[in-house]
C-alpha cells in the first residue's frame, strides 16, 4: 500500500523584501522526509535553514513551487487550512519558550488542550505521563525557574510530542546546552519520534550529535546538497 512522505517538496523558490530589496533566499529545493526519517539539516549562517524550517511548519506562506506535507499542499492553503495542518506539528527551538508562572505540566497540558477538545483529567494524565518519559517524573510541579536548562528542554520536547505530531521540526535544540546534556535531549527525541511514529526535521551546528540521523542534507547559499544515509548511532549506554 502506497504511503505519503511526511514531507514532499519540489522546485521551491523564495524571497524576502519587496521591490528593490527583494532578494532570492532559496533556490529549486526539492526534498522528501519518510515517515518516522530523522533529517539533520546544516550549513552556514544565513544559508536558508530556518527559512526553509518554516515554511515546512507552515510558519510563512509558499511562493513558487510545490510543499506537501502530510499529503496536503501548502501553497495557495488558507490561514484556517494552515491552522490544522500546524497541529499535525511539533515545534522545539533553542529558546524553550516556557511560561515562568506554570509548572512543568502545565506548560505540556496547555499545547494539549489548545489543540484537542479533551476533558481537564484526560489532558493531565497525557501530560504527565509524556514528561515522565523525558525523565521528569520528579519534576512535574517544578516551574522553569527552578529547572536546569536541560530539564527546560525536556520540558519542551514533551510540549511538542504530547499532542502526538506526524513531524517534529527542531531548530538549534541543543546550542545552549552543554555536550553530554546536548546529547541526552537527542537521544530522547529519538527514542520518543520512533515510539511516537513521527519524522524529525532538525537544524543544527552542532557537530557532536550529527551521528543521530538516519540522514544527512546541507544548504549553503539557499541551495540543498544531496543527503547521505547513515548508520543510526547507538544509545549512549550501549557504547
Do not use: W
Amino acid at each position: 500500500m502506497f504511503r505519503e512522505s511526511t514531507v514532499s517538496i519540489k522546485s521551491l523558490n523564495h524571497f524576502l523584501g519587496q521591490n528593490q530589496l527583494r532578494r532570492q533566499v532559496l533556490f529549486d529545493i526539492s526534498l522528501q522526509i519518510e515517515s518516522q526519517e530523522i533529517v539533520i539539516l546544516t550549513g552556514p549562517s544565513g544559508a536558508g535553514k530556518t527559512t526553509l524550517l518554516t515554511l515546512i511548519g507552515g510558519l510563512r506562506s509558499v511562493q513558487n513551487g510545490s510543499l506537501r506535507l502530510l499529503g496536503k499542499e501548502l501553497r495557495g492553503a488558507s490561514n484556517q487550512q494552515l491552522v490544522k495542518i500546524r497541529r499535525e506539528i511539533g515545534y522545539i527551538f533553542q529558546s524553550h519558550n516556557l511560561l515562568g508562572f506554570l509548572t512543568a505540566r502545565q506548560n505540556v497540558q496547555m499545547a494539549l488542550e489548545a489543540s484537542e477538545n479533551i476533558s481537564d483529567a484526560n489532558a493531565k494524565s497525557r501530560s504527565e505521563a509524556i514528561l515522565r518519559a523525558v525523565g521528569l517524573g520528579q519534576h512535574l510541579n517544578h516551574h522553569p525557574g527552578e529547572l536546569s536548562g536541560g530539564q527546560k528542554q525536556r520540558v519542551a520536547i514533551a510540549r511538542a510530542l504530547v499532542c502526538r505530531p506526524r513531524l517534529i521540526l527542531a531548530d538549534e535544540p541543543t546550542a545552549s546546552l552543554d555536550s553530554q546534556t546536548g546529547r541526552d535531549i537527542i537521544e530522547i527525541m529519538s527514542r520518543l519520534s520512533k515510539e511516537h511514529g513521527c519524522s524529525i526535521l532538525m537544524v543544527t551546528h552542532d557537530n557532536r550529535i550529527l551521528d543521530i540521523a538516519d540522514r544527512l542534507l546541507r544548504i549553503e547559499d539557499g541551495r540543498l546538497a544531496v543527503g547521505v544515509k547513515q548508520p543510526r548511532a547507538q544509545p549512549i549506554g550501549a557504547r
